[in-house]
């Protein structure tokens, strides 16, 4: 508990000033170039540690849920559309 709460003080203050540094001292790109190591740590440690249960590896993959996505897909456009014009249009 007391890591996490570590993480949750110290990470807003030195993100942001991490952040300032690199765009001062090389470009602004180095902010994302910097994620790349812990990006590429943490696919290599997933595909180390985490493994699929005996029931899974032999299941078979269910049917594809075409009319499920197109509403899905149907219904965030309409979200977006409502998000965006519910300020003006109340």
Do not use: H
């Amino acid at each position: 508990m007391a890591v996490y709460a570590m993480a949750v003080i110290v990470a807003p203050i030195l993100g942001p000033t991490l952040g300032g540094w690199l765009t001062d001292d090389y470009s602004w790109r180095w902010v994302f170039y910097i994620n790349l190591p812990v990006g590429i740590a943490a696919i290599l440690m997933c595909l180390r540690f985490l493994e699929d249960p005996p029931y899974l590896k032999n299941a078979q993959a269910g049917k594809f849920d075409s009319l499920g996505v197109g509403f899905l897909a149907l219904w965030i456009g309409c979200l977006q559309v409502m998000l965006d014009k519910g300020q003006d249009d109340d």
